[in-house]
């Protein structure tokens, strides 16, 4: 059984799942693009845009896994989700605070590619940090991305989940109430 949790969700679900939607559908179009996601108060551990996007994108048809380190939320997340829960190499979605081994997840195939995974990673801060110039499609020239928390070699990791194109994984980078995204057709140099 699942208790109602004492943090809300969403104050008006229709208009702010909307927005947050366009959101991240605006950062996926124009790879690391910081974009507004949310702005209420979730459940620790978890950050107003990840709690945001989860609240959006997540529901009974789209298993997550949830990183262990995000277990404090779990109630929060079955309740105002109607969240499936399901093993990493199963999931839609991803939700930790370290970056998963990508080649182990959903990888999507060459005919029904979005059938493969999205990682949503909690970061501790988006626009500082390490910093990657970006190329690729939504991005009419290179563009400069930084990110807190995003492990050392990570141009190389991401390098090979997008020579795997059109298969691979997509990221949501949330910190704070901002998101950002790396679509798997972006590529990532190290600066």
Not at 54 to 77: C, K
């Amino acid at each position: 059984m699942i208790v109602a949790p004492d943090r809300p969700g969403f104050a008006d679900p229709a208009a702010e799942a909307q927005r947050c939607f366009r959101a991240v559908l605006d950062a996926m179009a124009r790879p690391g693009t910081i974009r507004e996601a949310g702005c209420f108060a979730p459940p620790p551990p978890l950050c107003p845009a990840v709690a945001a996007v989860l609240l959006t994108l997540v529901d009974h048809e789209t298993p997550l896994w949830l990183d262990p380190a995000f277990a404090g939320a779990r109630d929060w997340v079955a309740f105002h989700c109607g969240a499936a829960f399901a093993p990493a190499d199963a999931a839609a979605f991803l939700l930790a605070d370290k970056l998963p081994t990508l080649h182990a997840l959903r990888q999507g195939s060459d005919e029904p590619p979005e059938e493969s995974a999205t990682v949503i990673l909690q970061l501790p801060r988006l626009g500082a940090g390490a910093r990657f110039r970006l190329s690729g499609p939504g991005l009419p020239c290179p563009a400069v991305f930084s990110a807190e928390g995003l492990p050392p070699g990570f141009a190389a990791l991401w390098a090979a989940n997008q020579a795997a194109f059109p298969r691979g994984v997509d990221l949501i980078l949330c910190a704070g109430g901002h998101l950002a995204a790396l679509p798997r057709t972006v590529a990532v140099e190290a600066l």
